[in-house]
C-alpha cells in the first residue's frame, strides 16, 4: 500500500532521516522505534502528507494500481491535544468526517449512525456527552481511536499511543488494534519496545539507520 524509496529529510540543512526505504503492505501491522531525536514522528508526518521529504519518493497503491493518496486516521501524541478545549466525546469522533480541507458533505444521518458506530465499537457510548476534560487518560485514547476509525480509512496512524496509559490500558490498546488491523493497515510509532515487537508484524529501527525487519 505504501512504497518508501530512498527518504530523506533535513530541517535547516541538518540532515534527520537518510536513505529511509519501507514498504507497508495491505493489512500489515508497522511498528517505528528508536530513541528520541531519532525521526520517528518526522516519518509518520511524511507518510501521512504533512511533510515534504528533502529527496526520494512515497508511492501509494490500493487494489494493485498506483492512486495518489490513501485515506488515513490519524491518533496524535497525547501531549499534543488541548485537553481543556470545550468539547465531547462525540464532537471529536465527528471530526473524523473532515478531510483537513472541508467537510465531507453535511452532517447526514448516515454519517450521525457512523459516529454512533466507532463511540460504540471504542466502548465509549456512556461518555459520549463528556467533555474531553473529563476524561483518563485511556477514554482520551478511545476517543481519538474513534475519531481515527469513523471514516473506515486503509491506514490508521499512531504516534506515541501509549505514552500516558498504565499496564492495563495499554495491554487494552493492543487488544483493540489487532482486531482493527483485520481491517486496515496500521503504522505505529512508539518506546515500548516490547509490546511492539509482540503486536507488530514489522519493525522500522531508526537508530543508526532505517534498517526493517518482519517478526
Not at 88 to 98: D, F, N, P, Q
Not at 166 to 191: F, M, P, R, T, W
Amino acid at each position: 500500500m505504501i512504497e518508501l524509496q530512498n527518504i530523506a529529510f533535513s530541517y535547516d540543512n541538518r540532515p534527520l532521516l537518510c536513505n529511509v526505504n519501507m514498504v507497508v503492505h495491505d493489512c500489515d501491522f508497522v511498528g517505528i522505534i528508536g530513541s528520541n531525536g531519532s525521526g520517528k514522528t518526522t516519518l509518520v508526518r511524511l507518510i501521512l502528507g504533512l511533510l515534504k521529504p528533502t529527496s526520494g519518493k512515497i508511492i501509494f497503491s490500493k487494489n494493485g494500481k498506483e492512486v495518489a493518496s490513501l485515506s488515513m486516521g490519524y491518533v496524535p501524541q497525547c501531549s499534543q491535544i488541548d485537553r481543556y478545549f470545550p468539547i465531547s466525546v462525540r464532537e471529536v469522533v465527528r471530526m473524523g468526517l473532515i478531510d483537513g480541507k472541508h467537510i465531507c458533505s453535511y452532517i447526514f444521518n448516515r454519517q450521525e449512525e457512523a459516529v454512533s458506530r466507532a463511540v460504540s465499537r471504542m466502548n465509549i457510548s456512556a461518555i459520549a456527552d463528556k467533555p474531553i476534560s473529563m476524561l483518563s487518560g485511556g477514554e482520551l485514547q478511545r476517543t481519538m481511536l474513534a475519531r481515527a476509525i469513523v471514516s473506515h480509512p486503509d491506514v490508521l496512524v499512531l504516534d506515541e499511543p501509549s505514552t500516558y496509559l498504565d499496564a492495563a490500558s495499554g495491554d487494552n490498546l493492543y487488544a483493540l488494534l489487532q482486531e482493527l488491523n483485520k481491517e486496515c493497515s496500521i503504522i505505529l510509532v512508539g518506546h515500548d519496545v516490547e509490546n511492539i515487537k509482540k503486536n507488530a508484524k514489522q519493525v522500522i529501527s531508526l537508530d543508526g539507520a532505517a534498517n526493517s525487519y518482519y517478526l
